[in-house]
């Protein structure tokens, strides 16, 4: 529909000082596990499932996260501030969603938007420069190919540009407005024209 609206809310968490929780051992999660690592390599994860593929275990042991093979329980939640449920039992997922609820932490439901207080879009980083997508679920192949263009127009030295920047920041006197002016004004020419 042409009138829905995004009402997402990007934020950048700093996931080496949160305890983030993925319950399942398959492909999902996998999948959810590198993509958190892809961003951000020292995110403090735990991995709980009966049982866990040989590719996630293989990941686990690259990052050293723990691993803890057995079945969800609520007091898995405990002193946890985000949690992603990727189990292949719809009903155990669900029971994870309401008791991370009940706890008021963060959680995502793999392949189940209603049960997700958040996303895992797409991102492209680049040094300090990092881009967040979403397409608000609903299509991820689209965030793909954003973030595949995103990776080839932003030029690999961006941090140089970045670290001018912030020097040039720090040197900039006057009120928060001429601050915001002065920077406008240098990355005026930084905008992509047809």
């Known amino acids: 529909m042409l009138g829905d609206k995004n009402e997402l809310y990007p934020i950048f968490l700093k996931v080496?000082?949160?305890?983030i929780i993925?319950?399942?051992?398959?492909?999902?999660?996998?999948?959810?596990?590198?993509?958190?690592l892809k961003s951000s390599p020292n995110a403090?994860?735990?991995?709980?499932?009966?049982?866990?593929?040989?590719?996630?275990?293989?990941?686990a042991k690259k990052h050293d996260i723990l691993t803890m093979q057995r079945p969800y329980t609520q007091n898995i939640l405990h002193k946890q501030h985000i949690v992603i449920a990727a189990t292949n039992n719809k009903d155990v997922n669900a029971e994870i969603y309401r008791d991370a609820k009940q706890k008021q932490l963060l959680v995502n439901v793999?392949?189940?938007?209603?049960?997700?207080?958040?996303?895992l879009g797409g991102i492209v980083t680049k040094g300090n420069?990092?881009?967040a997508i979403s397409t608000n679920g609903k299509s991820p192949?689209?965030?793909k190919r954003l973030r595949q263009f995103f990776e080839e127009?932003?030029?690999d030295d961006i941090n140089v540009m970045v670290g001018n920047l912030n020097s040039f920041r720090k040197t900039i006197k006057g009120t928060f407005k001429s601050k915001v002016d002065a920077?406008?004004?240098?990355?005026?020419t930084l905008l992509i024209k047809n």
């Open 22 to 36: 993925i319950i399942g051992g398959g492909e999902v999660a996998l999948e959810k596990l590198s993509f958190l």
């Open 183 to 188: 920077l406008n004004k240098l990355t005026e």
């Open 110 to 119: 793999a392949d189940t938007p209603e049960l997700c207080d958040f996303y």
């Open 44 to 59: 403090k994860v735990g991995l709980i499932a009966l049982d866990f593929s040989p590719e996630l275990l293989a990941l």
């Open 16 to 19: 080496n000082q949160l305890n």
């Open 129 to 131: 420069v990092k881009i």
């Open 153 to 155: 127009v932003i030029p």
């Open 141 to 143: 192949t689209v965030a």
